[in-house]
């Protein structure tokens, strides 16, 4: 069977999302919207920089799209800034009769995360009125932190804690308003940038405890965060631009979640952007489980793309996460869904002899 999709965004994500849609055996690419007007009237390859043409044509009429009615939406639109735009954007969709796949709202990772009520109440509305489901993940808010865990959990004869901890040098991701206005680096370590205002962290990344929870059967007491960063020695340069020296260069921050009196679950960053910062942190890429228990268990997951970079390698699997999920989001029972809700997600037919 063939799946009809339509992908929103051509950004860092979105250009991933077209590539695995186009390489994907069950799935067939049938249009794509865009933001803003320069980029309309193009063929999607060239927007997401791949060979050839591929037929399908840009837009930023979204009714005409819409009408297309396609299986489902794959949209990656940015949602830092505008994350009740992009809430209105996917229950638009959804009110349609198109299920949708997400990467934007990552807070609704695990949808009854008792925090993002504000955000999750109106898509869950959404899918009630289309008769439509919505899946809202990645690789991390995602599998790195709700599917891997809880995977490996159930080799415990028992468990004491859990920790999810991603470990990334975003150098390269390239995504500068990101970067710097969301995350802070290269301003002050006190700047009062958007990651780290209160209850922040937890709007994005406790889901992840909330999920793990869920799915080991534990009630949390509380879940709070902490965090720490600090400045680089000397100027670092990449194509982001320049980040000044005694400015933001490493942060590292947690989102605990409490039972029993006791950090059980916790979600760990370590963030830098240049390799020689923090050496007293955890070190490496990519990402890793560890689990207290019987027996103790350390998972690493590394990725790296065809040129060998971690941080586009996540990009990637972040797009994967949810183009590979479309089979089981459209067959699934009406709703907003976490990853626990759904089957296990293969790479059944993404077979490809090596060259």
Known sequence: MSYRVITWGTGNVGAFTVRAVLNHPELELIGHIVSSP?????????LAELGGATGVIATDDIDA?????????VYT?????????????QARCLRAGINVVSS???????PDNPGIAFIADPVRAACNEGN?????????????????PLTFTGLCEHWSSVRMREIVNYSTYEQEHTIREVMGFGYPLDHDCMLFQEGM???GWGGSVWSVAAGLGVTLERVYEVHERLPLAEDVSNAMGTFKAGTTGAMRFEVRGVVDGRDAIVLEHVTRITDDIAPDWPQGKG??????????????????DSNGDHAVGGVIQTATAIVNAIPA?????????AALDLPKITGKGLYRPVD
């Not at 799209?65 to 939406?73: I, N």
């Not at 934007?104 to 695990?110: G, H």
């Open 38 to 46: 320069d980029k309309a009237g193009k063929d999607v390859a060239e």
């Open 65 to 73: 799209a819409l009408a297309l009615a396609p299986d489902c939406v």
């Open 77 to 89: 639109a940015h949602s830092e800034t505008r994350m009740l735009e992009a809430a209105q954007d």
């Open 104 to 110: 934007s709202l990552f807070m609704l990772q695990y």
């Open 132 to 148: 439509t489901t919505c899946f809202n993940n990645g690789i991390d808010p995602g599998f790195a932190n709700d599917t891997m």
């Open 201 to 203: 962290l937890s709007l």
């Open 287 to 304: 990402y890793r489980v560890i689990i207290e228990g019987e027996p103790r268990m350390e998972i690493a997951m590394d990725m790296e």
């Open 329 to 337: 989001v459209v067959e699934h029972a009406p709703g907003l869904v």
